[in-house]
Protein backbone atom coordinates (compact mmCIF):
# COMPACT_ATOMS: atom_id res chain seq x y z
CA UNK A 1 0.00 0.00 0.00
CA UNK A 2 1.26 3.33 -1.05
CA UNK A 3 2.06 6.14 1.94
CA UNK A 4 1.96 9.83 1.70
CA UNK A 5 1.95 11.57 -1.21
CA UNK A 6 1.24 8.34 -3.38
CA UNK A 7 -1.92 7.09 -1.21
CA UNK A 8 -4.46 8.67 -4.01
CA UNK A 9 -2.76 5.31 -6.17
CA UNK A 10 -4.72 2.86 -3.98
CA UNK A 11 -8.11 4.65 -4.28
CA UNK A 12 -8.90 2.09 -7.49
CA UNK A 13 -6.89 -0.63 -9.62
CA UNK A 14 -7.54 1.47 -12.26
CA UNK A 15 -5.84 4.62 -10.81
CA UNK A 16 -2.31 3.10 -10.87
CA UNK A 17 -2.50 1.45 -13.77
CA UNK A 18 -3.70 4.64 -15.24
CA UNK A 19 -0.64 5.84 -13.80
CA UNK A 20 1.64 3.52 -15.02
CA UNK A 21 0.26 4.19 -18.09
CA UNK A 22 1.22 7.81 -18.43
CA UNK A 23 4.48 7.16 -16.75
CA UNK A 24 5.88 5.15 -19.84
CA UNK A 25 3.93 8.11 -21.60
CA UNK A 26 6.17 10.44 -20.49
CA UNK A 27 9.57 8.60 -21.49
CA UNK A 28 8.63 7.54 -24.52
CA UNK A 29 6.93 10.13 -25.43
CA UNK A 30 9.85 12.35 -25.31
CA UNK A 31 12.04 9.78 -27.29
CA UNK A 32 9.72 9.59 -29.23
CA UNK A 33 9.26 13.10 -30.15
CA UNK A 34 12.92 13.49 -30.51
CA UNK A 35 13.50 10.27 -32.97
CA UNK A 36 10.56 11.58 -35.54
CA UNK A 37 11.96 15.58 -35.18
CA UNK A 38 15.14 14.45 -36.10
CA UNK A 39 14.19 14.02 -39.64
CA UNK A 40 13.38 17.59 -39.76
CA UNK A 41 16.01 19.09 -37.44
CA UNK A 42 17.61 22.41 -39.08
CA UNK A 43 15.24 22.17 -42.07
CA UNK A 44 13.50 25.71 -42.65
CA UNK A 45 9.75 24.70 -42.79
CA UNK A 46 9.35 25.04 -46.54
CA UNK A 47 11.39 22.29 -47.08
CA UNK A 48 10.19 20.09 -43.64
CA UNK A 49 6.83 19.94 -45.48
CA UNK A 50 7.59 19.49 -49.15
CA UNK A 51 9.49 16.63 -47.82
CA UNK A 52 7.13 15.49 -45.16
CA UNK A 53 3.65 16.85 -45.16
CA UNK A 54 2.09 14.29 -47.80
CA UNK A 55 4.58 11.33 -46.17
CA UNK A 56 3.87 9.42 -43.04
CA UNK A 57 6.96 8.63 -40.97
CA UNK A 58 7.46 4.95 -40.18
CA UNK A 59 9.79 3.20 -37.77
CA UNK A 60 7.94 0.03 -38.88
CA UNK A 61 9.19 -1.87 -42.14
CA UNK A 62 9.57 -0.32 -44.65
CA UNK A 63 11.47 2.15 -41.61
CA UNK A 64 11.12 5.73 -43.38
CA UNK A 65 14.84 7.08 -44.17
CA UNK A 66 16.03 10.33 -42.88
CA UNK A 67 16.60 13.26 -45.67
CA UNK A 68 20.18 12.77 -47.05
CA UNK A 69 22.45 15.74 -45.84
CA UNK A 70 25.54 15.96 -44.16
CA UNK A 71 23.47 16.57 -40.59
CA UNK A 72 21.75 13.27 -40.42
CA UNK A 73 24.48 11.08 -42.01
CA UNK A 74 25.54 11.06 -38.39
CA UNK A 75 22.39 9.14 -37.41
CA UNK A 76 20.51 6.15 -37.81
CA UNK A 77 16.66 6.30 -38.44
CA UNK A 78 14.19 5.35 -35.23
CA UNK A 79 16.76 6.26 -32.82
CA UNK A 80 16.73 9.34 -30.47
CA UNK A 81 19.04 11.69 -30.53
CA UNK A 82 21.15 13.90 -27.07
CA UNK A 83 18.49 15.07 -26.05
CA UNK A 84 16.88 11.78 -24.86
CA UNK A 85 20.68 10.76 -24.05
CA UNK A 86 20.59 13.57 -21.58
CA UNK A 87 17.17 12.49 -19.89
CA UNK A 88 18.20 9.15 -19.59
CA UNK A 89 21.72 10.25 -17.87
CA UNK A 90 19.45 12.12 -14.99
CA UNK A 91 16.80 8.55 -15.11
CA UNK A 92 20.67 6.46 -14.39
CA UNK A 93 21.67 8.55 -12.09
CA UNK A 94 18.27 8.43 -10.20
CA UNK A 95 18.14 4.50 -10.18
CA UNK A 96 22.17 4.48 -9.36
CA UNK A 97 21.35 6.01 -6.18
CA UNK A 98 18.46 4.25 -5.75
CA UNK A 99 16.66 7.52 -5.65
CA UNK A 100 18.75 10.19 -3.99
CA UNK A 101 19.17 12.33 -6.75
CA UNK A 102 22.85 13.68 -6.94
CA UNK A 103 23.35 16.83 -9.10
CA UNK A 104 27.25 15.60 -8.88
CA UNK A 105 26.47 12.95 -9.94
CA UNK A 106 24.78 13.51 -12.87
CA UNK A 107 27.60 15.97 -13.98
CA UNK A 108 29.99 13.39 -13.68
CA UNK A 109 27.36 11.29 -16.35
CA UNK A 110 27.39 14.54 -18.56
CA UNK A 111 31.04 15.24 -18.83
CA UNK A 112 31.75 11.38 -19.33
CA UNK A 113 28.98 11.80 -22.22
CA UNK A 114 30.82 14.77 -23.53
CA UNK A 115 34.21 13.57 -23.05
CA UNK A 116 33.36 11.19 -25.68
CA UNK A 117 32.13 8.20 -23.97
CA UNK A 118 28.60 8.50 -24.91
CA UNK A 119 26.07 6.72 -23.49
CA UNK A 120 28.54 3.74 -22.63
CA UNK A 121 25.80 1.49 -21.37
CA UNK A 122 23.76 1.07 -25.13
CA UNK A 123 27.32 2.15 -26.75
CA UNK A 124 25.91 5.40 -28.23
CA UNK A 125 28.33 7.78 -29.85
CA UNK A 126 27.76 11.70 -27.91
CA UNK A 127 26.55 13.41 -30.86
CA UNK A 128 24.86 16.68 -31.16
CA UNK A 129 25.78 18.47 -28.09
CA UNK A 130 24.88 22.01 -27.25
CA UNK A 131 27.19 24.94 -27.77
CA UNK A 132 25.83 25.86 -23.77
CA UNK A 133 26.42 22.37 -22.44
CA UNK A 134 29.50 22.01 -24.13
CA UNK A 135 31.10 25.57 -22.73
CA UNK A 136 29.76 24.42 -19.55
CA UNK A 137 30.91 20.79 -19.39
CA UNK A 138 34.37 22.07 -20.39
CA UNK A 139 35.00 24.48 -16.91
CA UNK A 140 37.36 23.56 -14.64
CA UNK A 141 35.74 21.90 -11.53
CA UNK A 142 32.60 21.31 -13.59
CA UNK A 143 31.91 17.52 -12.02
CA UNK A 144 32.86 19.03 -8.37
CA UNK A 145 30.65 22.06 -8.30
CA UNK A 146 28.51 22.44 -11.46
CA UNK A 147 26.18 25.04 -10.53
CA UNK A 148 29.12 27.22 -10.31
CA UNK A 149 30.84 26.60 -13.92
CA UNK A 150 27.29 26.97 -15.00
CA UNK A 151 27.19 30.50 -13.40
CA UNK A 152 30.45 31.63 -15.08
CA UNK A 153 29.42 30.42 -18.47
CA UNK A 154 26.28 32.43 -18.06
CA UNK A 155 27.88 35.45 -16.84
CA UNK A 156 30.36 35.43 -19.06
CA UNK A 157 27.65 35.57 -21.64
CA UNK A 158 26.37 38.93 -20.14
CA UNK A 159 23.55 36.79 -18.25
CA UNK A 160 21.93 36.46 -21.42
CA UNK A 161 21.28 32.98 -22.25
CA UNK A 162 18.80 30.80 -22.75
CA UNK A 163 18.89 28.12 -24.95
CA UNK A 164 16.68 24.46 -24.30
CA UNK A 165 19.32 22.04 -22.89
CA UNK A 166 18.00 21.88 -19.68
CA UNK A 167 14.56 22.00 -20.52
CA UNK A 168 14.83 19.22 -23.32
CA UNK A 169 16.14 16.13 -20.04
CA UNK A 170 13.23 17.28 -17.66
CA UNK A 171 10.42 14.86 -18.24
CA UNK A 172 12.46 12.24 -15.87
CA UNK A 173 11.90 14.96 -12.98
CA UNK A 174 8.46 14.88 -13.68
CA UNK A 175 7.64 11.32 -13.16
CA UNK A 176 9.86 11.71 -9.71
CA UNK A 177 7.78 14.26 -8.65
CA UNK A 178 4.81 12.69 -8.58
CA UNK A 179 5.88 11.79 -4.86
CA UNK A 180 6.99 14.71 -3.70
CA UNK A 181 5.04 18.08 -2.84
CA UNK A 182 5.20 21.06 -5.49
CA UNK A 183 7.50 22.99 -3.84
CA UNK A 184 10.09 20.00 -3.46
CA UNK A 185 9.44 19.37 -7.63
CA UNK A 186 9.87 22.82 -7.87
CA UNK A 187 13.11 22.61 -5.79
CA UNK A 188 14.33 19.83 -7.52
CA UNK A 189 13.72 21.19 -11.36
CA UNK A 190 15.20 24.32 -10.73
CA UNK A 191 18.59 22.52 -9.23
CA UNK A 192 18.62 20.59 -12.08
CA UNK A 193 18.55 23.28 -14.69
CA UNK A 194 21.23 25.18 -12.50
CA UNK A 195 23.64 22.17 -13.43
CA UNK A 196 24.02 23.53 -16.97
CA UNK A 197 21.89 26.74 -17.43
CA UNK A 198 21.63 29.00 -14.88
CA UNK A 199 18.94 31.78 -16.86
CA UNK A 200 15.97 32.30 -15.03
CA UNK A 201 14.36 31.55 -17.92
CA UNK A 202 15.42 27.75 -18.12
CA UNK A 203 14.87 27.59 -14.52
CA UNK A 204 11.24 28.66 -14.89
CA UNK A 205 10.44 26.52 -17.84
CA UNK A 206 12.11 23.17 -16.32
CA UNK A 207 9.85 23.73 -12.77
CA UNK A 208 6.57 24.50 -14.33
CA UNK A 209 7.37 21.95 -17.07
CA UNK A 210 8.42 19.44 -14.24
CA UNK A 211 5.31 20.69 -12.49
CA UNK A 212 2.67 20.29 -15.13
CA UNK A 213 3.70 16.59 -15.76
CA UNK A 214 3.76 15.81 -12.02
CA UNK A 215 0.34 17.48 -11.74
CA UNK A 216 -0.82 15.05 -14.96
CA UNK A 217 0.50 11.94 -13.64
CA UNK A 218 -1.40 12.99 -9.53
CA UNK A 219 -4.92 13.92 -11.61
CA UNK A 220 -3.99 17.20 -10.71
CA UNK A 221 -4.22 19.28 -14.06
CA UNK A 222 -7.20 18.16 -15.81
CA UNK A 223 -7.88 21.16 -17.60
CA UNK A 224 -6.53 24.22 -19.66
CA UNK A 225 -7.34 26.50 -16.31
CA UNK A 226 -5.19 24.11 -14.11
CA UNK A 227 -2.76 24.55 -16.83
CA UNK A 228 -2.97 28.17 -16.43
CA UNK A 229 -2.42 28.13 -12.57
CA UNK A 230 0.60 26.04 -12.32
CA UNK A 231 2.07 28.19 -15.11
CA UNK A 232 1.46 31.34 -12.74
CA UNK A 233 2.32 29.64 -9.88
CA UNK A 234 5.54 28.48 -11.34
CA UNK A 235 6.78 31.67 -12.22
CA UNK A 236 5.86 33.41 -9.02
CA UNK A 237 7.57 30.51 -7.24
CA UNK A 238 10.90 30.97 -9.21
CA UNK A 239 10.67 34.75 -8.57
CA UNK A 240 10.81 34.47 -4.81
CA UNK A 241 14.27 32.55 -5.39
CA UNK A 242 15.34 35.54 -7.44
CA UNK A 243 17.15 37.61 -4.51
CA UNK A 244 19.44 35.02 -3.65
CA UNK A 245 20.31 33.19 -7.33
CA UNK A 246 19.81 36.11 -9.60
CA UNK A 247 19.80 39.52 -7.85
CA UNK A 248 20.98 41.50 -10.17
CA UNK A 249 18.24 39.55 -13.08
CA UNK A 250 14.45 41.45 -13.32
CA UNK A 251 12.33 38.30 -14.99
CA UNK A 252 9.97 39.61 -18.04
CA UNK A 253 6.71 38.42 -17.03
CA UNK A 254 5.63 40.17 -20.94
CA UNK A 255 7.93 37.31 -22.21
CA UNK A 256 6.76 34.57 -20.64
CA UNK A 257 3.07 35.07 -21.14
CA UNK A 258 4.09 36.04 -24.59
CA UNK A 259 5.22 32.28 -25.70
CA UNK A 260 2.97 30.41 -23.33
CA UNK A 261 0.00 32.15 -24.72
CA UNK A 262 0.46 31.14 -28.45
CA UNK A 263 -2.57 30.74 -30.71
CA UNK A 264 -0.10 29.48 -33.64
CA UNK A 265 2.74 28.00 -34.00
CA UNK A 266 3.98 30.16 -36.94
CA UNK A 267 4.19 33.30 -34.01
CA UNK A 268 6.74 31.49 -32.81
CA UNK A 269 8.75 31.06 -35.65
CA UNK A 270 10.40 27.95 -35.15
CA UNK A 271 12.87 27.88 -38.00
CA UNK A 272 14.40 31.32 -37.54
CA UNK A 273 17.88 30.71 -37.42
CA UNK A 274 18.95 33.59 -34.78
CA UNK A 275 16.13 32.51 -32.43
CA UNK A 276 15.96 28.82 -32.61
CA UNK A 277 16.96 26.68 -29.47
CA UNK A 278 15.71 29.70 -27.44
CA UNK A 279 13.90 27.88 -24.37
CA UNK A 280 10.78 29.90 -24.45
CA UNK A 281 10.30 28.38 -27.95
CA UNK A 282 10.83 25.06 -27.20
CA UNK A 283 8.51 25.57 -23.82
CA UNK A 284 5.80 27.67 -25.86
CA UNK A 285 5.05 24.96 -28.56
CA UNK A 286 4.81 22.63 -25.54
CA UNK A 287 2.75 24.36 -23.74
CA UNK A 288 0.61 24.79 -27.63
CA UNK A 289 -0.06 21.29 -28.10
CA UNK A 290 -0.91 20.26 -24.62
CA UNK A 291 -3.46 23.08 -24.58
CA UNK A 292 -4.62 21.93 -28.46
CA UNK A 293 -4.81 17.87 -26.65
CA UNK A 294 -7.25 19.09 -24.07
CA UNK A 295 -9.24 21.01 -26.44
CA UNK A 296 -9.52 18.01 -29.22
CA UNK A 297 -8.85 14.81 -27.15
CA UNK A 298 -12.69 13.36 -27.82
CA UNK A 299 -11.91 11.25 -30.57
CA UNK A 300 -10.49 7.71 -28.80
CA UNK A 301 -9.55 6.60 -32.72
CA UNK A 302 -7.74 9.72 -33.71
CA UNK A 303 -3.97 9.59 -33.11
CA UNK A 304 -3.82 12.89 -31.54
CA UNK A 305 -0.39 12.37 -30.48
CA UNK A 306 0.62 11.79 -33.87
CA UNK A 307 -1.11 14.59 -35.44
CA UNK A 308 -0.09 16.95 -32.50
CA UNK A 309 3.99 15.93 -32.84
CA UNK A 310 3.99 16.64 -36.87
CA UNK A 311 2.69 19.53 -36.53
CA UNK A 312 6.07 20.38 -34.35
CA UNK A 313 7.83 18.57 -36.65
CA UNK A 314 6.62 20.15 -40.31
CA UNK A 315 7.94 23.46 -38.32
CA UNK A 316 11.23 22.60 -38.86
CA UNK A 317 14.00 24.25 -36.82
CA UNK A 318 15.48 22.98 -33.54
CA UNK A 319 12.57 20.31 -34.45
CA UNK A 320 13.97 17.36 -32.20
CA UNK A 321 14.29 19.39 -29.42
CA UNK A 322 10.84 20.72 -29.34
CA UNK A 323 9.04 17.58 -30.04
CA UNK A 324 11.07 15.67 -27.24
CA UNK A 325 9.69 17.84 -24.75
CA UNK A 326 6.20 18.73 -26.51
CA UNK A 327 6.23 14.59 -26.73
CA UNK A 328 6.91 14.13 -22.62
CA UNK A 329 4.12 16.48 -21.87
CA UNK A 330 1.78 14.77 -24.27
CA UNK A 331 2.68 11.53 -23.20
CA UNK A 332 1.79 12.09 -19.52
CA UNK A 333 -1.77 13.76 -21.51
CA UNK A 334 -2.27 10.19 -23.82
CA UNK A 335 -0.12 7.33 -21.84
CA UNK A 336 1.62 4.57 -23.54
CA UNK A 337 -0.88 2.64 -24.97
CA UNK A 338 -2.22 6.01 -26.96
CA UNK A 339 1.11 6.69 -28.41
CA UNK A 340 1.98 6.49 -32.67
CA UNK A 341 1.86 2.44 -32.81
CA UNK A 342 4.01 3.18 -36.23
CA UNK A 343 6.64 5.05 -33.74
CA UNK A 344 6.21 3.72 -30.58
CA UNK A 345 6.64 0.09 -31.69
CA UNK A 346 9.65 0.44 -34.06
CA UNK A 347 11.96 2.89 -31.56
CA UNK A 348 15.37 1.58 -31.33
CA UNK A 349 16.45 0.60 -27.77
CA UNK A 350 12.57 -0.11 -27.30
CA UNK A 351 12.58 -2.58 -24.66
CA UNK A 352 15.80 -1.28 -22.74
CA UNK A 353 13.82 1.87 -22.25
CA UNK A 354 10.98 0.05 -21.43
CA UNK A 355 12.80 -2.21 -18.66
CA UNK A 356 14.35 1.51 -17.16
CA UNK A 357 11.16 2.63 -17.05
CA UNK A 358 9.67 0.11 -14.83
CA UNK A 359 12.93 0.43 -13.18
CA UNK A 360 12.08 4.41 -12.39
CA UNK A 361 8.36 3.39 -11.24
CA UNK A 362 9.48 0.51 -8.91
CA UNK A 363 12.22 3.34 -7.66
CA UNK A 364 9.53 5.94 -6.97
CA UNK A 365 6.81 3.47 -5.56
CA UNK A 366 4.49 3.34 -7.87
CA UNK A 367 4.95 -0.65 -8.30
CA UNK A 368 6.04 -2.95 -6.06
CA UNK A 369 9.29 -4.80 -7.13
CA UNK A 370 12.32 -5.38 -6.14
CA UNK A 371 14.49 -3.57 -8.47
CA UNK A 372 17.52 -2.06 -7.16
CA UNK A 373 19.10 0.99 -9.51
CA UNK A 374 22.81 0.51 -7.34
CA UNK A 375 22.74 -3.07 -8.38
CA UNK A 376 21.87 -2.70 -11.92
CA UNK A 377 24.66 -2.34 -14.38
CA UNK A 378 23.75 -0.71 -16.90
CA UNK A 379 23.19 2.67 -14.21
CA UNK A 380 26.98 2.81 -13.58
CA UNK A 381 28.89 5.71 -14.62
CA UNK A 382 30.90 3.37 -17.57
CA UNK A 383 27.47 1.78 -18.06
CA UNK A 384 28.80 -1.64 -16.93
CA UNK A 385 31.40 -2.14 -19.97
CA UNK A 386 34.47 0.01 -18.78
CA UNK A 387 35.43 3.20 -20.32
CA UNK A 388 36.29 3.53 -23.77
CA UNK A 389 40.21 4.45 -23.95
CA UNK A 390 41.82 7.22 -25.84
CA UNK A 391 42.83 4.74 -28.86
CA UNK A 392 39.10 3.17 -28.97
CA UNK A 393 37.59 6.98 -29.21
CA UNK A 394 39.78 7.92 -31.62
CA UNK A 395 39.18 5.19 -34.28
CA UNK A 396 34.87 5.77 -33.19
CA UNK A 397 35.57 8.93 -34.42
CA UNK A 398 37.61 8.13 -37.60
CA UNK A 399 35.07 5.67 -38.49
CA UNK A 400 32.71 8.12 -38.00
CA UNK A 401 34.18 10.31 -40.61
CA UNK A 402 34.90 7.72 -42.85
CA UNK A 403 30.91 7.00 -42.96
CA UNK A 404 30.06 10.87 -43.28
CA UNK A 405 32.81 11.41 -45.83
CA UNK A 406 31.66 8.47 -47.90
CA UNK A 407 27.89 9.81 -47.50
CA UNK A 408 29.13 12.71 -49.24
CA UNK A 409 30.57 11.12 -52.06
CA UNK A 410 27.66 9.22 -53.06
CA UNK A 411 25.55 12.09 -52.97
CA UNK A 412 27.98 14.07 -55.10
CA UNK A 413 27.89 11.37 -57.38
CA UNK A 414 24.71 10.74 -57.34
CA UNK A 415 24.18 14.78 -58.42
CA UNK A 416 26.86 14.49 -60.92
CA UNK A 417 25.62 11.68 -62.64
CA UNK A 418 22.13 13.26 -62.63
CA UNK A 419 23.79 16.41 -64.12
CA UNK A 420 25.20 14.66 -66.84
CA UNK A 421 21.95 12.89 -67.83
CA UNK A 422 19.93 15.94 -67.70
CA UNK A 423 22.95 17.99 -69.70
CA UNK A 424 22.55 14.44 -72.21
CA UNK A 425 18.94 15.04 -73.05
CA UNK A 426 18.94 18.47 -74.06
CA UNK A 427 22.15 17.69 -75.97
CA UNK A 428 19.76 15.46 -78.09
CA UNK A 429 17.12 18.11 -78.31
CA UNK A 430 19.00 20.29 -79.50
CA UNK A 431 20.92 17.87 -81.93
Request: net charge negative.
Amino acid sequence: MADGLLSFLDLHPFVRSTVVDKVRGVIFGGALGDAVGLYTEFLPKTQASQLYANQTISFLDPVTPLHEDTHRDRFHAKAWTDDTDHAILLLLSYLHTDGEFSIVDFAQRLRSWGSGQGLRCLDRLPLGIGRTVSSVLGRPGFDVHPKKASEEIWKKSGCNIAPNGSLMRTNVLGVVGIGKTLEETWKMAMEFSLVTHYDPRCVVSCCAYTALIRGILRHEVTSEADVDGLLESSWVWVNTQKSTIWPDQVLDTTEYQKHINVKTLDELKLDDARGMGYVYKAFGCAIFTLRRAFRESNDPVHDLFGELIMSLVLQGGDADTNACIAGGLLGAFFGYNALTPRWRDGLAHRQWLMSKTMGLMETVGLLPGEYRGSEDPDTALDGGKGFLSKQQMDERERDLTFTLLTEMKKRKDKQDAEERAKNSFWGRLKG
